[in-house]
């Protein structure tokens, strides 16, 4: 089908100069030129895309014979790139989802792709594409929006369907399944029933997706302004144990839901900070992703009755590693995360010395921040919050006034600080002596 330029609302003004540009040039050249896939959803439904890719039936070499700031990437895909300062338009050849024999497309046992250099026709390389909303091309030559799959009347209904049989699809890349949580959750577009019926049965597949794909579809479902819906949205669908299977359980077991609460303010405040084009980090949003799998774990090593400081390392130590077969954290984010964590128990403290040495320590703020976050699930954490908030704000002569230079009522009680956020299974191990008059320590089941 050929929506006219009357009919659609694909308008150039919306559109990357540099892309532009990169189509103008390929007509110049005699090839065909398309803007495709996720640029042309979000256009249709009014959105501003973030990358503008082509398409084209150029070859990646005859690509790069037309551009001088052009070059070459990939080996499983190749791909060009034409680079305009920071701006990078990506020009993809059509490609063809058949085996011609040739070698250039290899499946594995399971159906899963693992090379895709067959080049082919327009159609082609529309029903290689997952949903049919991805599967638009808008012409330079005559403006219209060319739709092979329904992709355009699904845009107007705010549907994601995938293209084929929705089972085989997911097999030959499960990654399918979180974009379309991913995509549902950032469009609001619903995900057509018989693209969402075999998801939560076949999740699972996702533990065999490369841990490093799957730390950038994290990065774009949560650090992209719509964490909280996409998790949501993964919730619904049952993919939340395959992406995060410590975190599932533990949430699952804490009955008064005060891990939940935690998390989903977590997700929100990152969603807010991004709007207000504030810096986020992976760390952080791990250490709020993961909180619930370490206070787990935490609970259950100190109901053995191991040392709370070599429990809480030990238990960091756990979830990162375990959490690391299936997404490729990278250190640079995990040490953070961990120390976000063990620095939780420190705000209990009131000891001068060790108030000043809080203060000081490079991730403060960062924890502080969490200390925060906590007090969402756990009200009985609002006492910290108060304490170290007026802490960060007072002159030091002032504060160091207000603090005994030893505390008969704090000091080494930095235990089992969050245990109870953790596990409301297991018999806690109570600190020795009441912190707080009502209620007892943080993270009682309500
Ligand atoms: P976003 O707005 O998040 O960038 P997008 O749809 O543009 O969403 P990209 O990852 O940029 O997502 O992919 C560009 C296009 O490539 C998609 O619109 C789709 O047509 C195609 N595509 C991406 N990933 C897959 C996949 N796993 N299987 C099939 N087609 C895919
Ligand atoms: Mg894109």
């Not at 956020?421 to 007892?440: L, M, N, V, Y």
Request: hydrophobic share 40%.
């Amino acid at each position: 089908m050929i929506v006219a330029r009357a009919e659609h609302g694909v308008s150039r003004k919306d559109i990357s100069p540099n892309a532009l540009r990169v189509l103008y040039k390929l007509r110049e050249g005699g090839f065909q030129g398309y803007l495709v896939g996720g640029a042309v959803r979000d256009l249709l439904v009014g959105g501003h895309p973030k990358d503008f890719d082509v398409a084209t039936d150029a070859t990646p070499e005859q690509v790069k014979s037309l551009f001088r700031n052009c070059r070459l990437i990939g080996r499983r895909f190749r791909l060009a790139h034409v680079v305009f300062g920071r701006e990078i338009i990506e020009v993809a050849t059509f490609r063809a989802n058949i085996d011609d024999g040739s070698g250039d497309r290899e499946t594995e046992d399971g159906g899963r792709l693992l090379r895709d250099n067959v080049y082919g026709t327009i159609e082609d390389d529309a029903v290689r594409r997952d949903f049919t909303a991805n599967a638009l091309y808008y012409a330079i030559e005559d403006f219209s929006v060319r739709d092979y799959v329904g992709g355009y009347q699904d845009c107007m209904d705010r549907v994601l369907r995938l293209i084929g049989d929705p089972v085989e699809r997911y097999r030959e890349d499960p990654v399918r399944m979180l974009r379309a949580a991913r995509l549902a959750a950032k469009l609001g577009f619903t995900i057509a029933p018989d693209a969402a019926a075999p998801i939560p049965e076949l999740a699972h597949l996702l533990a065999a997706a490369p841990p490093a794909r799957l730390f950038d579809e994290c990065l774009k479902m949560f650090l992209a302004g719509h964490a909280e819906s996409s998790f949501r949205t993964l919730e619904d669908h049952g993919l939340l144990p395959a992406l995060f299977p410590e975190t599932a359980v533990a949430l699952e077991t804490n009955r008064s839901g005060a891990l939940r609460t935690m998390l989903l303010q977590a997700l929100r405040n990152t969603d807010e900070r991004i709007a207000q084009d504030k810096p986020v980090t992976p760390a952080f949003l791990f250490a709020a992703l993961l909180w619930p799998a370490y206070c787990r774990e935490l609970a259950v090593l100190q109901k053995a009755g191991i040392d709370p400081l070599v429990a809480q390392q030990r238990a960091a130590d756990r979830v990162t590693l375990h959490q690391a077969q299936r997404i490729a954290l990278p250190r640079r984010f995990s040490q953070p995360m961990q120390e976000i964590w063990l620095l939780q128990p420190r705000f209990n403290q009131r000891v001068r010395k060790r108030v000043f040495r809080l203060l000081a320590h490079p991730r403060f703020r960062a924890a502080f921040d969490f200390l925060e976050l906590r007090a969402s699930g756990t009200p009985e954490v609002a006492d910290d919050v108060a304490f170290w908030r007026e802490a960060q704000l007072q002159a030091p002569e002032q504060l160091a006034e207000r603090l005994d230079p030893k505390s008969p009522r704090r000091d080494g009680d930095a235990d089992a600080a969050q245990a109870g956020e953790g596990d409301d299974d297991a018999p806690r191990k109570r600190p020795r002596r009441r912190r707080r008059k009502p209620g007892g320590s943080g993270g009682a089941p309500a």
